[in-house]
């Protein structure tokens, strides 16, 4: 068994209370929008970390970090990309990824809007862990964080972390 914290959009902040959050957590991943090396070398000092680069994110970022991810962890097969588009109206990459990897969780970020739905026509669990920085439209900072074991997500729980407030 696995525990998992999931986070995006950090852009360029990491909360204090995420150490806490994910104390108990084997591995933090995050989808995209890191902001900067600092804030993924302080994750990556914390907690094993995988990610993936997001569209704010500089040269330096995208050479540490890919675009997408794909990962078999605990028996579950994982497609992370930061932009997947809208469940169900994915954009082209999102859905040539589907096709070739057929994943159990599709885990993006972007669009700062916490979601959670089963995705019946790519047979998935796609998941927007909303956005957990103070840069965008999001009104509260999100995190989420499951276990993986048996082949199977399991315990899912969102962790609110307060308004989005400029610091």
């Known amino acids: 068994m696995k525990k ?3 986070m995006s959009d950090t852009h360029n902040y990491l909360d204090p209370q995420l150490y806490k959050t994910f104390a108990e957590c084997d591995e933090i991943w995050h989808a995209g ?3 900067n090396v600092e804030i993924a070398q302080q994750i990556a000092a914390f907690k094993p970390l995988r990610a993936v680069f997001g569209n704010i994110d500089d040269k330096q970022i995208q050479s540490l970090y890919p675009e997408h991810l794909y990962f078999e962890m605990e028996g579950v097969s994982v497609l992370m990309i930061h932009i997947a588009g809208s469940l169900p109206r994915y954009n082209q990459k999102t859905k040539q990824l589907l096709a070739q990897y057929r994943p159990q969780l599709l885990i993006c970020g972007h669009s700062h809007i916490l ?13 927007n862990p909303g956005a957990c920085g103070v840069e965008g439209w999001h009104k509260m900072k ?9 082949g199977k997500l399991d315990k899912l729980e969102l962790v609110e972390l307060g308004a989005r407030a400029k610091i």
Do not use: M, S
């Open 33 to 35: 929008d890191i902001g």
């Open 142 to 150: 999100t995190v989420l964080r499951f276990e993986l074991a048996g």
């Open 4 to 6: 998992i914290g999931l």
């Open 115 to 127: 979601k959670v739905q089963f995705d019946e026509l790519n047979n998935c669990l796609y998941i």
